[in-house]
Nanobody, 121 residues
Framework: QVQLAESGGGLVQPGGSLKLSCAAS????????MAWTRQAPGNQREIVAI???????SYLDAVKGRFTISRDGAKNTVYLQMNSLKPEDTALYYC???????????????WGQGTQVTVSS
């Protein structure tokens, strides 16, 4: 059984920070590219950050300098540290393992259930 268990979302004020976690099970974590995506109501899902199995990292331009993606092989977990949060970061954040990138869209692979991030004063 493949599971991607996301956690760490919540309500935070603008300028605040959150750290999301995605714990993977049922896959050989080390061979999978991992990613965080987000979807706001009425919007398309977009890739926020990718960390490849070899450590290559890519970020959405809108989050560069504010978000950091990392992975811990011993814990089979990928993280997204989010700093200097803005209201436009409000979205449901999904973890993905093994998806294929087409522009800023991820197709296929395994998906988590999503964790809500709300940035509001």
């Amino acid at each position: 059984q493949v599971q991607l268990a996301e956690s760490g979302g919540g309500l935070v004020q603008p300028g605040g920070s959150l750290k999301l976690s995605c714990a993977a099970s049922g896959i050989t974590f080390s061979i999978y590219d991992m990613a965080w995506t987000r979807q706001a109501p009425g919007n398309q899902r977009e890739i926020v950050a990718i960390i490849g199995r070899g450590g290559r990292i890519s970020y959405l331009d809108a989050v560069k300098g504010r978000f950091t993606i990392s992975r811990d092989g011993a814990k089979n977990t990928v993280y997204l540290q989010m700093n200097s949060l803005k209201p436009e970061d409000t979205a449901l954040y999904y973890c993905n393992a093994g998806g294929q990138v087409y522009g800023n869209t991820l197709l296929g692979g395994y998906w988590g259930q999503g964790t809500q991030v709300t940035v509001s004063s």
